[in-house]
């Protein structure tokens, strides 16, 4: 069994196959998923997925490339979401330095908010980090985010900083980028990120696995990303399943 801890089936690049799509999924043995919910659009689509399909829970928050849109409206409404019961986890969130539409300094004040946030509710945190990750570090130390922990989405950062994540109660989280070919920074993370901080995920539909790199991603290629691990860590893929899904039972809570 895979646990894809970050899936996007709620964007419209899967309104003509979704069902198709999930399919495909279980036949490739991802039997678990996290939907993640960012705006107005997608989080209530990734609220409906989760409750239309068992094993499938969903996460809410507001990107930070979309922060200057955020107000205490949608901080409300956040809040009374995370009660539901199919919602484990809040983001993604975070900072992005790579687009302009929202001022740094209006990223890092919704990026705080969303943090006390988690904390009051106590769900973990599921981060966004483009191009920001000094800044990402103060903020998650500034407030207290080890409380709840989270995930370092998609990681694609320097081995140098993981110590440091995971000292603050943060798993890290591999995806597509660590099959590609000149992709050096998180071929080097898989190798040494400790077992019991590691998981795996798709992004998708963004940043599919070798060899289907350009094309649509999907959740069924969380298991390519499990064998190129796998082959990293010099194990049998069958241990990463195992490792991912436990580890992502655990942060998200699922067998209490």
Known sequence: MLFDTHVHLNVKQFDEDREE???RAKEAGVTHMVIVGFDHETIPRA???????????AAVGWHPVDAIDFTEKELAWLEELASHPKVVALGEMGLDYH???SPKAIQKEVFR???QLARKVNLPIIIHNREATEDIMTILQEENAADVGGIMHCYNDSAEYVPAFIGMNFYISLGGPVSFKNATLPKEVAKMVPADRLLIETDCPFLAPHPKRGKRNEPAYAALIAEK???LREVPVEDIASITKENADRLFRLND
């Open 21 to 23: 799509v999930i399919k």
């Open 47 to 57: 609220i409906k997925l989760a409750e239309e399909n068992e094993n499938f829970y």
């Open 99 to 101: 687009w302009d539409k």
């Open 113 to 115: 908010k969303q943090i």
């Open 229 to 231: 691990i796998a082959e």
